[in-house]
């Protein structure tokens, strides 16, 4: 049985989803791969069926924080000790995955590849890194943590990690609400860097006055996440 799972939310990413298995099953050692469909519209389960992938369907479109959980839940329940995450639009190199995966055996939790810690590959522009900007100057100022790519897709967690990811996962935002929660759980979060590759088929779902409203929405989330309550057997570091 592979020693790593990994979890590929998708959304319509029928023309895709092949190439990132694929990627992904070349590996050493190789992951066992759970594509999560998110109420697809096209072929994105088939293709990811044939590519060699388990597939986990979800009845309808839940958002992204709902798909990564039932991803984390499946590795979860099969007693996988680490769980990598990547996008399934292939914008993520899967060999990219050895330096997260070197991160958590050097006693990291979690770790995030980051498109800006060297800037190689593809670098977002305009609205979006206005608020890759702005989140991690929130999360310095919520959390002390410097993240420079805090709205990655991109990374390696351990079981300890997983499990507080899949008790509690924002639905639409879950990069940066995952964050909070694993400093609130007093886990150890490291960044290392990655190539971003430029996306050829399909688009963001957050572009115009759609990326104002969200850096609205999630601010607002992250602040009442930081100072509300703790959970039950979470203790601040």
Known sequence: MPEIAAIV???????????????????????EVFVVDDGSRDATAEEATRAGATVLRLPFNCGIGAAV?????????RDFERVVRLDGDA??????????????????????GSRHLE??????????RLGIRWFSGLIQALCGLRITDPTSGFWAANRRAAEVL??????????????????????EIREVPVRMLPRATGASSIVGLGSLYYMIKVTVALL?????????????P
């Open 224 to 236: 009442a996440v930081r100072l509300g309550p703790r959970r039950e057997g979470v203790s601040e």
């Open 91 to 112: 914008q993520h190199d899967p060999g990219d995955l050895v330096r997260l995966l070197s991160a958590l055996d050097a006693g990291a939790d979690f770790v995030i």
């Open 9 to 31: 939310p998708a959304f319509d990413e029928a023309p895709d989803i092949a190439r990132v298995v694929r990627g992904l099953r070349e590996l050493d050692p190789r992951p």
């Open 166 to 187: 899949a008790a509690q996962t924002a639905s639409d935002y879950p990069e940066v609400d995952s964050l909070i929660q694993l400093w609130r759980a007093g886990l």
């Open 69 to 77: 959980q039932t991803g984390l839940l499946a590795a979860l329940a």
């Open 119 to 128: 800037h190689e590959g593809f670098q977002t522009t305009g609205p979006r």
